[in-house]
């Protein structure tokens, strides 16, 4: 099973969860954080979702992550999404509703999509960010 990690670098990657090892950490591991949370994008179609560093913004020195963010539409209200971020989905499991990771056809599709829009993600949030700071000096 696979996710495909959006870096604050705008590297885009596949990477793979092992069996034996629990979806937490995992996240945890991928994202380099202690805490997550589940965000629906506005541009981004269920099922799936971002998986996210829950306190990113507390660090020390947050890195906006401009692929996410674009996806968050930061460029339209200016919340950005820190950190890496995991692009995983929502779906049933026998306990009911779910968070999951993709199967490799999914995440092929996640990850080439990604990497249309790395740059216009990019350009658009800049530009929302240069918006707000035009005349405040």
């Keep these: 099973m696979y996710a495909v990690k959006l870096s604050t670098t705008l590297n885009i990657e596949i990477v793979e969860k092992k069996p034996d090892q629990g979806l937490l950490d995992f996240c945890y591991q991928n994202i380099g954080c202690q805490y997550v949370e589940t965000v629906h994008a506005?541009?981004?179609q269920e099922p799936y979702i971002l998986m996210i560093?829950?306190?990113g913004r507390l660090k020390d020195k947050p890195s906006i992550n401009f692929i996410a963010s674009y996806l968050y539409g930061?460029?339209?209200h200016h919340e950005p999404i820190v950190g890496n971020v995991l692009v995983m989905k929502l779906g049933m499991t026998d306990e009911?509703?779910?968070?999951?990771?993709?199967?490799?056809?999914e995440a092929r599709q996640v990850e080439e999509s990604m990497r249309k829009i790395s740059n216009i993600a990019q350009n658009k949030v800049?530009?929302?960010w240069r918006s707000m700071f035009v005349g405040l000096n």
Excluded: M, V
């Excluded at 009911?96 to 056809?105: F, H, K, S």
């Design 42 to 44: 506005r541009y981004f």
């Design 53 to 55: 560093d829950e306190e």
């Design 74 to 76: 930061t460029h339209e």
């Design 96 to 105: 009911g509703p779910d968070i999951l990771p993709l199967d490799e056809a």
């Design 126 to 128: 800049c530009a929302a």
